[in-house]
């Protein structure tokens, strides 16, 4: 299941097509391109008018009922065009890693689950849903499961040179873990320890993997 070697080879690779001013259209195509179009993968791209202008980020949403896992690149709405280097391209990579991963996560979840379970849908980086909301999709044991390994990952990116275990440890005095600060915000002024003990359980197994 654990596709990551795999998947950042496959970007890596096909590094200098996404180098350059590039559309927004262009930059999905040849992701779809790249992996080979698989049927349970697809990219595609949303503007907003918050995200500033040669600036992205990335979302995505696993729908079960079809199979196939979602990854959107969000760009900025005042233009269609973005200039990508090769200090952008990694961080951009990571980023689509990231995502592809937390929805394969989602999609082996859902092979071990009967089809009444009620499951969570919503992705609240895409989604401007109430707070309570918020706090309950946050609190999905599935979500603690992916967002433990999006945490993960982000240890080992932002702090390669020292133990991850010690990060975790210490992971309230760090700035970069932006999966964790999501959850640290949303949860804020309320009473979270049952979920937090769940996800730094997560956290800890999935960190042999990240």
């Not at 999966?179 to 800890?204: D, H, M, P, V």
Request: hydrophobic share 35%; with cysteine.
């Amino acid at each position: 299941m654990y596709l990551a070697p795999e998947i950042s080879k496959t970007l890596l690779d096909n590094e200098k097509l996404f180098i350059g001013k590039l559309t927004y259209a262009t930059i999905t195509r040849r992701l779809g391109k790249v992996f080979g179009f698989p049927k349970d993968l697809k990219f595609k791209f949303e503007t907003f008018n918050d995200i500033p202008t040669n600036d992205f980020t990335v979302s995505g949403l696993y729908d079960m009922y079809f199979d196939k896992k979602y990854v959107i690149v969000n760009f900025s709405n005042k233009t269609n065009t973005i200039e990508i280097n090769k200090q952008t391209v990694e961080p951009f990579f990571f980023l689509v890693l990231q995502t592809i991963l937390h929805e394969t996560i989602h999609q082996h979840q859902w092979i071990n689950r009967q089809p009444e379970d009620e499951v969570v849908k919503l992705d609240f980086r895409n989604f401007g849903g109430t707070l309570q909301e918020e706090r309950e999709y946050l609190s999905d044991i599935d979500e603690i499961d992916a967002y433990a390994h999006d945490i993960a990952m982000e240890i080992k990116r932002y702090y390669p040179n020292k133990n991850p275990y010690e990060v975790l440890k210490n992971i309230n005095k760090t700035r970069k873990i932006h999966s964790y600060n999501y959850y640290k915000r949303t949860f804020a002024r309320c009473e979270w320890g049952g979920i937090k003990k769940q996800l730094f359980k997560k956290i800890y197994n999935w960190m042999p993997h990240a």
